[in-house]
């Protein structure tokens, strides 16, 4: 699974830039939540034969799915939820971590999180969740290394 949309920028910090900037054109959260959805749009489709118990990520309210693929050198995932707002918080957290090295994303904090607001916006099951993803691509990344 390697027909990836990303990454888009050349690095993570560069993804997380990119995405505060975009974030700080929006005025108040509800433009920010149906940017979000229009970003859940935009991932790649991912096949319904991996929407199986073993790639379901629990810890979500919503239904997730997530699929590591790669090495140490690239990691890609595939990922989508029945959700449009959790699907567009998927867009985000692989635009900053897909198709980078394991070491990269290891090492990048997820400091978007708290620049753009989403720590204070979200409910508290979609933190979880978020948490839960997050939690899983930077575990995908130390198993790499191992």
Not at 57 to 73: K, N, Y
Not at 104 to 125: N, Q, V
Request: aromatic residues 8%.
């Amino acid at each position: 699974m390697t027909d990836t949309a990303f990454p888009l920028e050349a690095t993570a910090l560069d993804a997380q830039a990119a995405i505060r900037e975009e974030f700080a054109f929006f005025g108040d959260w509800s433009e920010r939540y149906q940017y979000l959805i229009d970003l859940g749009r935009k991932l790649p489709p991912f096949p319904d034969a991996l929407k199986t118990e073993d790639h379901r990520l629990h810890g979500c309210q919503s239904m997730v799915w997530i699929v590591p693929s790669g090495d140490a050198s690239r990691l890609d995932f595939a990922a989508t939820s029945d959700s449009a707002i959790v699907s567009g918080l998927i867009f985000l957290a692989l635009r900053v971590y897909a198709g980078r090295s394991a070491q990269e994303i290891a090492a990048t904090e997820p400091d978007y999180i708290a620049s753009i607001g989403l720590a204070k916006h979200l409910s508290p099951t979609r933190s979880n969740g978020l948490a839960a993803l997050l939690a899983e691509i930077r575990n995908a990344a130390h198993r790499a290394l191992a």
